[in-house]
């Protein structure tokens, strides 16, 4: 069965520092969606791509925060500086398009700032 | 985007039937609903979709008034397994499938 890639599984990094998160979506779909889970809480969607074109990125800390995804298949999330309140869940997603499909997540990236 | 409530946890035994119902009072025409499933350090997983009355497949049943303000969703005979994060949303479908999450409700099966 197709599924969502992401790495790493597990991040730890130093405030200030920068981190990047790698996502694959099922083969095939269009569009991509990144989001954030805090412990306890619903996951936050931080950008949606449609193909290489970024759809929403209402949520997303572009101070710091910024996902590409250059040629409209895999996708990268980063975070430059990193501060100890990004320390979270980054869950990656993927559906065929833009309809009332259903959505594939991957397993996640657990980051830790210290 | 429409609203959604739901109860932030539930308990129940294994073997029992479960209703968790989400409120969505300002549901729009042409907006769906979706229940995902979410396991501790898991994404979450799609279970169910519908627009309105029941639709039923092989892991649960939604139901959905006809006022469409509400919608119920069915776990038959739980098991441990099932102990999870039920997430409830209301999105149209021309918009790109809205996914927003709330806090979802957390239901604990135990024996």
């Known amino acids: 069965e197709a599924e969502v890639a992401q790495s790493p599984r597990y991040k730890i990094t130093e405030k200030s520092q920068a981190v990047a998160f790698w996502c694959d979506p099922i083969?095939?779909?269009?569009?991509l969606y990144w989001y954030r889970q805090i412990l306890g809480q619903g996951p936050e969607l931080l950008v949606q791509?449609?193909?290489?074109?970024?759809?929403?990125d209402s949520q997303l800390p572009k101070d710091r925060f910024s996902a590409e995804r250059l040629k409209g298949v895999d996708s990268t999330l980063k975070i430059q500086p990193a501060e100890l309140g990004d320390s979270a869940m980054y869950l990656c997603?993927?559906?065929?398009?833009?309809?009332?499909?259903?959505?594939?997540f991957g397993q996640g990236t657990r980051l830790t700032v210290v | 985007l429409a609203k959604t409530t739901q109860p932030i946890s539930m308990d129940s035994y294994e073997g029992q039937e479960v209703n968790i119902t989400c409120s969505h009072n300002?549901?729009?025409?042409?907006?769906?609903i979706t229940w995902y499933q979410q396991f501790p350090s898991q994404g979450p997983r799609f279970i169910i979709q519908?627009?309105?009355t029941k639709v039923t497949n092989e892991v649960a049943s939604l139901f959905i008034p006809a006022d469409r303000k509400s919608s119920t969703l069915s776990l038959p005979r739980v098991s441990l397994s099932d102990t999870a994060v039920y997430y409830c949303?209301?999105?149209?479908?021309?918009?790109?499938?809205?996914?927003?999450f709330g806090k979802g409700t957390s239901l604990l099966v135990t024996p």
């Open positions: 083969s095939g779909h269009a569009t």
């Open positions: 519908g627009y309105k």
């Open positions: 949303l209301v999105g149209p479908s021309n918009s790109g499938y809205a996914l927003n």
């Open positions: 791509f449609q193909d290489e074109s970024v759809v929403d």
């Open positions: 300002n549901i729009a025409t042409n907006d769906y």
């Open positions: 997603a993927s559906s065929l398009n833009r309809g009332r499909t259903e959505a594939f």
